[in-house]
């Protein structure tokens, strides 16, 4: 079983910034892939960012390139996701999932892909 809590959600006006991170209990954590979704109101949960069980390799929506960054703290069993130049359409629940069993150098990029999920936590992006 494992256990995932984000942090880091709020209101931020357009163009700040948000940094949120995900606390995954486990004494396998480096062995875990892990990624960011987000959930609009009304809309389906979508991929943001997923970070390999090898660290060296992330990807990201298009919508979010260059903005957004995914990075991972072994040591601290954390996943991170530093956003800036935030729009309102960032405007989601956020949630971090795991990945279990995941190949060692390719990010997981689908919903099915993961076991394990974050009660997810609100980002407001204000105009």
């Known amino acids: 079983q494992v256990q995932l809590v984000e942090s880091g959600g709020g209101l931020v006006q357009a163009g700040g910034s948000l940094r949120l991170s995900c606390a995954a209990s486990g004494r396998t954590f480096s062995n875990y892939a892990m990624g960011w979704f987000r959930q609009a109101p009304g809309k389906e949960r979508v991929f943001v960012a997923a970070?390999?069980?090898?660290?060296?390799?992330?990807h990201y929506a298009d919508s979010v390139k260059g903005r957004f960054t995914i990075s991972t703290d072994n040591a601290k069993n954390t996943v991170v996701l530093q956003m800036s130049s935030l729009k309102p359409e960032d405007t989601a629940v956020y949630y971090c999932a795991a990945d279990l069993a995941p190949y060692m150098t390719r990010p997981s990029l689908g919903e099915n892909e993961y076991d394990y999920w974050g009660q997810g936590t609100q980002v407001t992006v204000s105009s």
């Open positions: 970070i390999s069980r090898f660290r060296g390799n992330t």
